[in-house]
């Protein structure tokens, strides 16, 4: 499979994004009281698509190389758009959109694709000394920037998704395997900081991965104890830095019950529609927790709940395989792709749509915290459908290398 | 075209395959374990999550007369209800549906806060709704978020027949009050429940019983379809059929026309009241809806208390009524020959004392008997043969007919009355303050401290018209069963006694009731009168009487408050009475 050709790899993904489509179509149609109005998600998902499919052609017929270029203007720009919505009236009490009157955009969703061409221009440079445990640090500033004056606006999980693509394109350039264990450990030290028995038990592992690694055993030490000071001060972060609400999702996602009629209401809805499906579904349009509105947001956060419900599990598992598919096809495509640059912008964006599939369905079945963060192709919603032509545009432009 | 080569080592690619894998595999599992393992717990979950229960109302039961005449029953209007949170500019939606309805919009808000239950419950705001109210409300449904109408069943009154005194009327309940009734007729804040007369009375009997219907209803309580299977149906109230006539009913109100008083009739064996009229009375419409709190302070401030219902809980002193407890006494215990003769010359003084008693008549009866003191009412007779009698026998032979006690009738709020003992005397006067023979000599005429009902004087009189044996209790409602009251054990040459004196207070030439007597119907009628004497005015005018007719024993009391003479005022009413009676009486006899 890694030998087929790249034009195969194109078509078979069009193939898979095409079924996608189609598969969030037929849902939205199933959700929508009167499906023909212009006001129902679903023709609204229809004039989305067609407008998203014309920037696509548009965007195919950009040179790369003049991206390649301006990754860091582009970069840049894409930075000064997410200040304007701070200056602009509050939606929703966050500054996260910016009103053009017929319809909101949301900046950061392109600010992802930025991020991720402005980390691929640094790392494909050819002067750059991938080994070398600094190479990380400029990927890292740039990505935490990003994901900085997210955070602030507010929206923790778009921020998340803006670092996600950070580790997988260290490591697609080569980045020593140290260094990638290194970024990783304290996430976990600060999980494994909740509970103390975890923390003890976390320490001691640390401790012996610490040593089976080469290096400076100096520095090894002082990496650890570095890791500890992290977990024992995550405490006083989580109480200082985090908004109420922020709090409020990830209490509630370490227990659902706690607060049935709050945000995790959701999830208990959720899992109660998915659950109730069964193996076959209850069958198009008669999804009761669908249909009788008691599945939040379910044309786009929870549309999979949707699928699950009225297609069951045979359903959610064809889902999940175009999505595999879809990922992986992503993958072939970056591996065989003939310039650098390229095939780690394409391991980005993969990254990105992949942990919008991940975490989406994470928090549909209770695995996460309910983070409003749509699926590609799939959710309905003009702003992220758009974002995942631009993805797949800036895909099938570069593979053409 | 770029200049560098891709660099992706395989080992980078099968690292994120791996990952990619493991990802997926762990949100199949997920959703495995969700569908197929726990499928059962979910699926019934959501059966539950979908279904609301919620109460379906019959109509309330009617209430018909004797004869199947419905004097009251039901007719549809509609209420307007809201739900809190579903609205929008709560004070706009007000004042839109205030100019609609015409009802102010204070009245709407008070109304609001009187019925809340909650926010995602409705509330009652307005009641009494036409059709056409509903249907520009209709129209402009987009303007009224969160606002809902239903059909609701408000009484509907014979409107010659809105006795408000026997019927009661139904009002609405508030939160307060739910507490202190029978949980398991399941009711609400906002609903009807009967609050006087039968209609409290027979609440239970005349209210429907509720139903629930399952509603499948979406996250926002919306209902989307009515599962028909599984609903509890929803049975209307029983009717009521009262023992009242009602064209006698219609009678008896037009005689107090512009009166104040009261007139029962009953049938003595079974007890069943055939008329029951307290006047002045008030319009029972007053109670469907509009009524305004004004219109109702009215009604309770007027003096001529229109809200009392004087038969069960108006007290008046009975008057000269009381002379024949006296004289049971006299004839039971032998005191004294009902032939003897005593001197009435108008006034008496009794021994050893300064004070001076009148008989109403100044010039004195004359020769006095025992038949012609009941007849023609004589105080000085009485004055003088009530030294014979010990208080407490005086006292224990008045309880016996039934004073000082409930009659037991099938009406709320009804009161006992006072027949004074020691204990009250002592009490009321000090130890010193009174005598025995002082305060016979008031209570022998019925006067004094005693109080009674207009309704246990109707006991009274049906005591007698049966000869103290199975004297049935009264009672309102024709399908309650037949109880009596306990008997009482006269001799017989006692009960001859009374009726002669009895029938001669109406059929004799110097009868004080010679005004009832019945020339035309050749009825024989017995009776007493009263002219009872009060602080508030002119006396108070009774008429109590019984007699026969095909075989069945009617009574019938009538009292006109500060009326005057029981003779000149109350008799002729209780002649009329008699007389339309007897010529309605095929119409009587029907059930």
């Known amino acids: ?401 | 075209m770029l200049k560098i080569d891709n660099k992706a080592d395989i080992f980078h690619y099968r690292t994120l395959m791996a990952i990619l894998t493991f990802s997926m595999l762990l949100l199949v599992g997920r959703y495995f374990h969700l569908q197929i393992i726990e499928h059962e717990r979910f699926f019934s979950k959501s059966q539950v999550n979908r279904v609301k229960a919620k109460a379906s109302y019959a109509p309330r039961g009617l209430i018909v007369d004797r004869n199947g005449v419905v004097i009251v029953e039901n007719s549809p209007t509609y209420i307007l209800t809201v739900t809190p949170y579903e609205m929008k500019n709560i004070e706009e939606q007000f004042d839109k549906i205030s100019s609609i309805i015409s009802v102010p919009i204070e009245e709407i808000e008070r109304r609001y806060k009187k019925y809340y239950r909650g926010r995602f419950l409705p509330t009652v705001i307005a009641k009494n709704l036409s059709f056409a109210q509903i249907s520009q409300i209709e129209e402009m449904k987009l303007d009224f978020p969160g606002v809902q109408y239903e059909r609701f069943d408000e009484r509907l009154y014979n409107t010659e027949l809105n006795d408000m005194h026997i019927l009661g009327y139904l009002r609405e309940l508030d939160r307060e009050t739910i507490p202190t009734l029978d949980k398991s007729s399941l009711y609400r804040a906002g609903e009807l429940i009967g609050w006087q007369g039968v209609e409290r009375e027979y609440e239970k009997e005349l209210r429907y019983s509720k139903g629930v219907n399952y509603i499948e209803v979406d996250t926002y309580g919306r209902e989307i379809e009515n599962l028909n299977s599984n609903n509890i149906p929803a049975y209307p109230g029983k009717n009521l059929v009262l023992t009242i006539d009602s064209e006698l009913q219609k009678f008896s109100r037009n005689l107090l026309e512009g009166k104040k008083g009261s007139i029962i009739v009953s049938k003595v064996n079974s007890g069943e009241i055939l008329s029951i009229v307290s006047s002045p009375s008030y319009n029972l419409s007053i109670f469907r809806g509009e009524t305004s709190s004004k219109e109702w302070e009215e009604l309770i401030e007027s003096e001529d208390k229109p809200i009392l219902n004087r038969n069960i809980s108006g007290l008046y002193p009975p008057g000269s009524s009381f002379k024949i407890v006296t004289a049971i006494n006299l004839i039971e215990k032998g005191l004294l020959d009902p032939e003897d003769n005593l001197m009435c010359a108008g006034s008496y003084t009794p021994q050893g004392s300064s004070n001076t008693f009148n008989c109403w008549k100044e010039d004195g009866h004359g020769l006095v008997n025992l038949r012609k003191a009941i007849s023609e009412s004589c105080n000085v007779y009485f004055y003088e043969t009530v030294q014979l009698i010990k208080l407490n026998e005086w006292i224990s032979t008045a309880k016996k007919f039934g004073f000082n006690q409930l009659t037991e009738i099938d009406l709320p709020n009804e009161i006992v009355g006072l027949i004074p003992d020691k204990e009250f005397f002592i009490d009321t006067y000090g130890r010193w303050g009174w005598s025995e023979r002082g305060v016979l000599l008031n209570m022998t005429l019925g006067q004094g401290d005693i109080l009674v009902t207009p309704l246990q004087s109707l006991r009274y009189i049906n005591h007698i018209a049966s000869k103290g044996k199975n004297t049935a209790k009264l009672k309102i409602n024709l399908n309650k069963p037949t109880e009596f009251y306990e008997p009482i054990n006269l001799s017989e040459q006692t009960w001859v006694r009374l009726y002669d004196g009895l029938y001669d207070v109406v059929n004799s030439d110097g009868g004080s009731g010679w005004r009832a007597r019945q020339i035309k119907t050749g009825i024989t009628l017995y009776g007493k009168t009263s002219t009872a004497e009060n602080p508030h005015g002119e006396p108070h005018a009774w008429f109590n009487g019984f007699f026969d007719l095909n075989g069945e024993k009617y009574s019938l009391v009538v009292m006109v408050e500060n009326g005057g003479g029981g003779g000149a005022v109350a008799s002729p009413i209780a002649g009329e009475l008699v007389n339309f009676i007897s010529s309605n009486i095929e119409f009587l006899a029907k059930k």
């Open chain 1, 1 to 401: 499979m890694i030998y087929g050709s790249i034009n195969n790899d194109l078509q078979k993904l069009y193939l898979i994004v095409t079924s996608l489509l189609v598969f969030g179509l037929v849902t939205l149609f199933s959700i929508s009281s009167d499906p023909f109005s212009f006001n129902s998600s679903f023709s609204r998902q229809i004039i989305f698509i067609l407008f998203s499919l014309f920037i696509f052609f548009l965007l195919k017929a950009v040179d790369i190389k003049a991206i390649h270029d301006n990754s860091i203007t582009i970069y840049l720009i894409s930075i000064f758009v997410c200040f304007i919505p701070f200056f602009m009236p509050p939606v929703e009490n966050t500054s996260r959109w910016i009103d053009l009157g017929l319809f909101y955009i949301q900046p950061a969703e392109y600010l992802k694709c930025a991020t991720v061409i402005a980390i691929a221009k640094y790392l494909s440079n050819n002067q750059l000394a991938v080994k070398d445990m600094s190479t990380v640090i400029v990927p890292v500033l740039i990505a935490s920037l990003s994901a900085f004056i997210v955070l602030n606006q507010p929206d923790l999980g778009t921020s998340v998704i803006i670092l996600v693509p950070v580790l997988p394109m260290l490591l697609w350039a080569g980045v020593n395997n140290f260094t990638i264990f290194l970024m990783i450990i304290p996430f976990i030290t600060i999980i494994a900081a909740s509970n103390d028995l975890a923390f003890n038990i976390w320490a001691f592992l640390m401790f012996v991965m610490f040593m089976l690694f080469q290096g400076k055993l100096l520095n090894r030490i002082l990496l650890y104890f570095a890791n500890i000071f992290a977990g024992l001060l995550f405490p006083f972060f989580w109480n200082n830095f985090l908004n109420g609400y922020q709090r409020q999702r990830f209490l509630d996602f370490l227990n659902p019950d706690l607060d049935p009629m709050g945000s995790s209401y959701h999830i208990i809805q959720s899992i109660t529609a998915i659950g109730s499906g069964g193996l076959f579904g209850k069958g198009w349009g008669q999804g009761t927790q669908t249909q009788l509105k008691f599945l939040p947001v379910q044309e786009s956060d929870f549309i999979l709940s949707v699928i699950a419900e009225e297609f069951g599990f045979l359903g959610i598992s064809l889902i999940m395989f175009l999505f595999f598919m879809l990922i992986k096809t992503l993958l072939d495509i970056a591996f065989r792709c003939s310039d650098y640059f390229s095939s780690l912008v394409i391991v980005g964006l993969t990254s990105i749509l992949f942990s919008h599939i991940f975490i989406n369905s994470a928090m549909t079945i209770g695995l996460m915290p309910v983070k409003g963060l749509p699926t590609p192709f799939v959710s309905a919603g003009g702003s992220f459908m758009l974002l995942c032509f631009v993805i797949l545009s800036l895909v099938s432009n570069f593979s053409k290398n």
